[in-house]
């Protein structure tokens, strides 16, 4: 593997799929591979981004949900231009948690906005940038919350959203990558995490060649 080009990896899924898991497997690996990376978030992936991010998930009370979505969008527009670009014209690999992705299934299909509008705010904020690969951890909204229920810590606002939204959420997100599956590779979040690490891995080994 060489570093000649920056490569744009993104972790999407629901809430409890292993995105951190996956993201933490994956970083050892490239770094053992002699590649920089550069994990980060949305929203939170920058200074600015912390404060939208304390928002958007701690807020105590309602957040109309086209404010909701403004916000996310304020993150990225920031997050793309003060991170990932600068991290990619460096040949870094970006490792991301959540992208516009997560805005057209949480916002759109969540909160019930027209999931197009979203994804057209989100790219006019990223000025049209879009990742190498996503990674989806699709995973049925009843397994992932058991699995937040044992990890035994607080719920966002979203975390605590009833299982209808989580659902809609998850057809989102499949019908995202059906429809872009040059882009995203989805994978059954209920195998183990070495399973699921190699199938990543097959993967990106292309992308980084």
């Known amino acids: 593997m060489t570093a000649e080009r920056g490569v744009w990896i993104t972790l999407e899924g629901g809430d409890g799929s292993g995105k951190t898991t996956q993201a933490d497997l994956l970083a050892t690996w490239l770094e053992e591979a002699g590649r920089t990376v550069v994990r980060t978030r949305e ?42 670009r600068p991290s990619l014209a460096r040949g870094e690999v970006v490792l ?23 994804r057209n705010l989100s790219l006019w904020a990223a000025e049209g940038a879009l990742p190498d690969l996503t990674v989806l951890l699709d995973l049925a909204p009843e397994v992932a919350r058991v699995r937040l229920d044992s990890a035994d810590k607080p719920f966002d606002r979203l975390e605590a959203e009833k299982n209808e939204f989580h659902a809609r959420v998850r057809e989102a997100y499949l019908a995202l990558a059906a429809a872009e599956p040059e882009r995203f590779l989805v994978v059954d979040a209920t195998l183990s995490p070495e399973d699921l690490a190699q199938r990543v891995r097959a993967r990106i080994v292309d992308l980084l060649g």
Not at 45 to 70: M, T, Y
Not at 108 to 117: K, Q
């Open 43 to 84: 929203p939170g992936g920058s200074e600015v981004g912390q404060l939208i991010r304390d928002i958007v998930l701690h807020h105590r009370g309602d957040i109309a949900p086209r404010a909701e979505a403004l916000l996310y969008a304020a993150d990225r527009a920031h997050h793309v231009a003060t991170v990932v």
């Open 96 to 118: 991301q948690d959540r992208y516009l992705d997560s805005s057209v299934a949480y916002q759109g299909a969540g909160r019930v906005l027209d999931g197009t509008e979203i």
